[in-house]
Each structure stands twice: as structure tokens, then as C-alpha cells.
């Protein structure tokens, strides 16, 4: 192999994770990316007027779409720039379901370590498009999980519903992680002789990429990044994406 250096920054199309609780408009924030295509999982997108295939209804299926997309693709049948797999915990449901039916073995652990596989397979089938110039996002529930600190204590956080490894395999993969949720501000309330903290919603849809302790987050950038993006205004959001 020839190798040569390459100097300075690359501008590629980023692989992106959007997470957050049913209805709080991740696919439509994807859809609205670029030119999209949606890789369906669930029934998520049926309410947006958005290009998308047949909806999967199993892993096979999930790959399938993927390698149909990467053949259009690649010759030149579709001029879509932004492809999105709306849900990946969906995916990881049918492969769960598909190692009950093969009777795999899922003792210590096996059965955690071939879901990570098959999940690793979706993404680098992922990874072909994002390297034909296609922005990839990749869409997950969220659900509010205990972290452990190794020096004691603990605290709860919201991540993408997956297992472990296929969490982990999923950030490591992904350029930015974005958490989408709806603003709330935190108000005190007198309650006699103590005061309590009251949430209310202030109904405005937001997506968040910094790293916080309550969520999972990140970007690769050198970009400022703001404390929170409102998802309706798309042209901040795709300054730094």
C-alpha cells in the first residue's frame, strides 16, 4: 500500500446519533438534515412527507434496505444525502428475536456479544454510505439508567435503550450524539416550612450535543457548540453537523 500524509482538516459527512422519549420529534429533526431517506424500523415517520422504504420487520430486512440504498446509490438512481435508521433498538429487538429462534446460546454473556456483532454489522453497512457522501443518522429511544461511580455514589442518566455493548459499539461509532427532549425549567415552590423543586415543560423541542451528566452526548467539532439547539431552527443545527 502507498502511503501518503494528508494534511489538515477533512470535511466528511458525520455519522449521527439523535435519542430521546417517543414524540419528541427526533425523525422529524433527521428528515429535515437534508435531502432524507428513511430506513424504517417502527412506524415513526409515517406522519412526515419524507421518502422511505418498505418498513423492516426483521434484522435481514434492516440490511437489506441498507445494501438497496448503497446500490442506488452508487449508481446514481437516488440523489438523497441524508439516510436515516429510525429506530436502532428496533433492529436490536428482531436480532434478540432471531437468537431465540436459532436457539443460540446465550449463556455468559454469548448472546450480549452477538447482538453487539450484528449491530456492528448494520453499522458498517452504515459506514459504505457515509463514505459515498451520505450524512447517516441513526435514531434511539431513550430510558434513564443508574451510573455506578467508582469512587461511590450514583446517578441516573438517559442513554439510548440498548444493550451495553451495543450502547457502547453505537458512541464509539457515531461523530455526534444528540439528546432530544422537551425544555423544562425547574422553579421553587413553597411548601410551608421547606421549599421543593417543580418542573414545567416550556414546550420548546430541544437538542443538546454537549456532554452532561444527565444524558449521553457528544460531537466531534471544532466548532463553538451552544448549550442546547431549538430543533425547529435546523440551519443552527446543521452549523455544526
Not at 158 to 171: D, F, G, I, T
Request: with cysteine; net charge neutral; glycine share 10%.
Amino acid at each position: 500500500m502507498e502511503i501518503n500524509i494528508i494534511s489538515g482538516k477533512q470535511k466528511n459527512p458525520k455519522c449521527i446519533v439523535l435519542h430521546g422519549e417517543a414524540g419528541v420529534g427526533k425523525t422529524t429533526l433527521a428528515s429535515r438534515l437534508g435531502k432524507s431517506i428513511v430506513i424504517p424500523t417502527e412506524d415513526g415517520s409515517d406522519h412526515l412527507d419524507v421518502d422511505r422504504l418498505p418498513l423492516c420487520k426483521s434484522y435481514g430486512d434492516v440490511l437489506d434496505s441498507v445494501r438497496w440504498v448503497y446500490e442506488q446509490k452508487k449508481s446514481g438512481d437516488i440523489d438523497h444525502d441524508v439516510v436515516v435508521l429510525d429506530s436502532i433498538d428496533w433492529a436490536e429487538n428482531f436480532i434478540e428475536l432471531d437468537l431465540v429462534r436459532e436457539c443460540f446460546d446465550q449463556s455468559y454473556g454469548k448472546g450480549n456479544v452477538e447482538i453487539g456483532q450484528r449491530i456492528g454489522r448494520i453499522l458498517k453497512g452504515l459506514d459504505m454510505l457515509n463514505g459515498m457522501g451520505m450524512k447517516v443518522v441513526v435514531i434511539a429511544h431513550s430510558e434513564c439508567r443508574t451510573v455506578d461511580l467508582a469512587e461511590g455514589g450514583s446517578f441516573s442518566r438517559w442513554q439510548p435503550k440498548l444493550s451495553k455493548r451495543s450502547n457502547a459499539r453505537l458512541q464509539e461509532w457515531s461523530d455526534a450524539v444528540g439528546f432530544c427532549t422537551v425544555e423544562v425549567m425547574v422553579s421553587k415552590e413553597s411548601t410551608g416550612f421547606s421549599e421543593r423543586g417543580v418542573g414545567k415543560s416550556t414546550g420548546r423541542r430541544m437538542v443538546y450535543f454537549n456532554p452532561s451528566a444527565g444524558f449521553v452526548a457528544k460531537i466531534r467539532t471544532d466548532k463553538h457548540v451552544m448549550n442546547g439547539y431549538d430543533m425547529n431552527k435546523v440551519d443552527s443545527i446543521l452549523e455544526i453537523l
